[in-house]
């Protein structure tokens, strides 16, 4: 049976639930999250906390039910209810659970073409449980492959919007990659790319690529993908020094052309407030003069061509040679992607690419998971 104490020494409510565990509620988070404060149709918050005091005091609590009942001091005397089990969730100091939050498998070459989760298109398109599976091992590998997809430009558009609005970016809202004359991309050419991420002079990179073929039969082509966190995460641990650098340095990035010139500051390495990777920025095509002072300019470098060479290790390189009909799906943020140069002569090669952010990615999820 639950309990609930005041403990007005530390301005809380102390709850115990009936499984035995107890949580502390603060007396100005309660107020601020009365069930009353939140509209009932958008659910958006409508308390205005700059008329709540911050030493807002209870006059008495008490179980009734299913509910707890804080009795407030002061002018109003008001009464706000909270469901015991909504408060189980909120619980502070504690996350909140988020079906979005997949967690991370780390890997390196040993994954190899044949380790990549895969999934068909009309199960994704027909099926919202294989969606929500497809998008879970998605994150969970930052990389995916589609097969059964039309020879269609819409196909791969059509799995994508399955998960949210595209990313419209100045390359427009998809993108062709394919050898073509006069190009503002080296992605528009047959040359080899080194691995990279893409627009890392945009404020904010895109979130998932999607790279469906259309026809791969030239010489060459190959498409080479690595995980990015599983390299930060042993720069981490073999070099901290350059892991430093490039996790609290900004270098500048920049794209321009006859319309265009964007330009921003990216760290490599983006952590998260616990410390844990969870982006990565690198592409030495798009990066721009380095401004750093002298004295920072040598280590800098240093740690700069350190993650450029792990980047082309064979330790964590994985090769594949997509077919027409297949799309490769993975994290701009997180998975580096480049290309084998090809021959155009020997055959034509045709990728049709789109992207979608994080937040709509994760959105989705969360929208599949309910009532699961």
Not at 143 to 168: C, H, K, N, P, Y
Request: net charge negative; glycine share 6%; aromatic share 10%.
């Amino acid at each position: 049976m639950a309990q609930a104490a005041l403990q007005p020494q530390n301005a809380c409510v102390l709850l115990s639930f009936s499984d035995g565990t107890t949580a502390q509620y603060p007396y100005i988070w309660l107020r601020d999250n009365d069930p009353e404060g939140f509209h009932p149709d958008t659910q958006e918050r409508i308390t205005d906390l700059s008329a709540i005091s911050p030493d807002i005091t209870v006059a008495d609590v008490e179980l009734n039910g299913s509910q707890l009942l804080i009795h407030w001091e002061g002018a109003d005397s008001a009464t706000s209810r909270f469901d015991l089990n909504w408060l189980r969730s909120y619980v502070p100091g504690t996350r909140t659970a988020d079906p979005a939050r997949t967690g991370f498998q780390h890997w390196r070459c040993d994954l190899g073409a044949a380790g990549i989760p895969r999934a068909t298109a009309q199960e994704i398109l027909s099926s919202d449980l294989a969606l929500r599976t497809w998008l879970e091992q998605t994150q969970i590998y930052g990389i995916s492959i589609v097969e059964g997809l039309a020879d269609s430009t819409e196909a791969g558009m059509d799995v994508a919007r399955r998960i949210g609005f595209l990313r419209q970016t100045n390359f427009g809202v998809t993108f062709e990659v394919k050898s073509k004359p006069n190009p503002n991309n080296l992605a528009y050419t047959p040359i080899a790319l080194p691995l990279h991420t893409d627009l890392t002079n945009q404020e904010l990179p895109p979130g998932f690529q999607f790279l469906h073929c259309l026809a791969n039969e030239a010489r060459g082509g190959g498409s080479l993908f690595c995980d990015g966190y599983a390299i930060a995460e042993d720069l981490r641990l073999d070099d901290p020094e350059s892991f430093e650098l490039l996790a609290t340095v900004s270098v500048p990035f920049r794209f321009h052309d006859q319309d265009t010139d964007i330009r921003n500051r990216k760290k490599v390495i983006t952590l998260d407030e616990d410390g844990r990777v969870i982006e990565i920025c690198f592409n030495a095509h798009l990066a721009d003069i380095f401004d750093l002072e002298p004295a920072l300019m040598q280590r800098y470098y240093r740690a700069y061509r350190k993650f450029m060479i792990l980047t082309r290790s064979t330790d964590y390189l994985v090769t594949l040679k997509l077919k027409g009909g297949e799309m490769v799906v993975f994290d701009n943020r997180r998975v580096l992607h480049g290309r084998e140069a090809f021959d155009p002569q020997t055959g034509y090669r045709h990728l049709h690419g789109c992207y979608v952010d994080r937040g709509e990615f994760e959105s989705r999820l969360r929208v599949l998971h309910r009532g699961q």
